[in-house]
């Protein structure tokens, strides 16, 4: 069994990735707390553990949707904007993750449809 250990995009490497605009959201407004997550990201990855994580993007609560976008952080190269994803897609992709052994190691963004590439 992997664990699965969930961080906002723009955590750590992933911010790399992310809009200008939302680059600068995570350094100034949001930045105490994404600083706490990239140093629990960097302990987890020194861990001898089987995990992975799950890097969503701004969290809503609306409902389960076909319209998302799950892809390994190592294929994405820039996520357009500030893109929402429900929790229940979230949550989908976490259980997908679970039963899959391939995602053992990944690190998965979960966005909506159209907003990465």
Do not use: C
């Amino acid at each position: 069994m992997t664990g699965l250990f969930f961080f906002p995009h723009g955590v750590g490497e992933t911010a790399r990735t992310a809009s200008l605009f939302a680059r600068f959201l995570y350094r100034t407004i949001v930045s105490s707390v994404y600083n706490d997550k990239a140093t629990s990201e960097v302990a987890l990855a020194t861990a001898n553990l089987k995990w992975s994580g799950i890097y969503p993007v701004i969290l809503t609560n609306g409902p389960l949707s076909q319209a998302v976008d799950v892809r390994p952080m190592s294929s994405v190269q820039k996520v357009s904007g500030l893109p929402k994803v429900s929790r229940a897609d979230v949550a989908r992709a976490m259980l997908d993750a679970a039963e899959n052994e391939k995602t053992t190691g990944q690190r998965l963004l979960v966005t909506a449809s159209g907003t990465v590439r």
